[in-house]
T-cell receptor
Framework: DQQVKQNSPSLSVQEGRISILNCDYTNSMFDYFLWYKKYPAEGPTFLISISSIKDKNEDGRFTVFLNKSAKHLSLHIVPSQPGDSAVYFCAASPRDDKIIFGKGTRLHILP | DAGVIQSPRHEVTEMGQEVTLRCKPISGHDYLFWYRQTMMRGLELLIYFNNNVPIDDSGMPEDRFSAKMPNASFSTLKIQPSEPRDSAVYFC???FGTGLRGYTFGSGTRLTVV
């Protein structure tokens, strides 16, 4: 049973436009939600996170939105840049417990 | 700090052989995680340690897999005997506590069992 779901395996976005990556979860006990970015032949790197008590967190070009009633979160990247091409993993964890990852969405930024 | 260090980066072995993957976490981190990445399953947690003690090994696929953390600066993941379906990228990650700061991952070990 997948507790964290990323239903889009890939996404292509024009450079300079907004990239929106989506994620759904099933476990209402999750307290923390995170996004990781992964380049080929490298490990995932932490990008941004949000606590379940908030509905938005912003860090530069990256904003994460959390909709607890819909059990949905999204990552917005504005504006998209070529270096943003990577695999993005959505992840979640209950307090003081392990992080569970989605299967990832491959983002292609088109010139 | 050099980050989480994994070795080897690549491992090719024959079916039935023993494979040992190694990890050095970031100094001061009290949690260590072993993940496996495959196309079918994505990133799945195999086992994690807190202060060198295994906390949750429910993700370990079967008895052929074992993990140890003899001290705060070293961990191993062993597969014996290895099978072709074990081919994947294995990541080690460490963290100080859990929560919003997430984990720091190593660069991974790409294992190919032929």
């Amino acid at each position: 049973d997948q507790q964290v779901k990323q239903n889009s395996p890939s996404l292509s976005v024009q450079e300079g436009r907004i990239s929106i990556l989506n994620c759904d979860y099933t476990n209402s006990m999750f307290d923390y939600f995170l996004w990781y970015k992964k380049y080929p032949a490298e490990g995932p790197t932490f990008l941004i996170s949000i606590s379940s008590i908030k509905d938005k967190n912003e860090d530069g070009r990256f904003t994460v939105f959390l909709n607890k009633s819909a059990k949905h979160l999204s990552l917005h990247i504005v504006p998209s840049q070529p270096g943003d091409s990577a695999v993005y993993f959505c992840a979640a964890s209950p307090r003081d417990d392990k992080i569970i990852f989605g299967k990832g969405t491959r983002l292609h930024i088109l010139p | 700090d050099a980050g989480v260090i994994q070795s080897p980066r690549h491992e090719v072995t024959e079916m039935g052989q023993e494979v040992t993957l190694r990890c050095k976490p970031i100094s001061g981190h009290d949690y260590l995680f072993w993940y496996r990445q495959t196309m079918m399953r994505g990133l799945e947690l195999l086992i994690y340690f807190n202060n060198n003690v295994p906390i949750d090994d429910s993700g370990m696929p079967e008895d052929r897999f074992s993990a140890k953390m003899p001290n705060a600066s070293f961990s191993t993941l062993k597969i014996q005997p290895s099978e072709p379906r074990d081919s994947a990228v294995y990541f080690c990650a460490s963290s100080f506590g859990t929560g919003l700061r997430g984990y720091t991952f190593g660069s991974g070990t790409r294992l190919t069992v032929v």
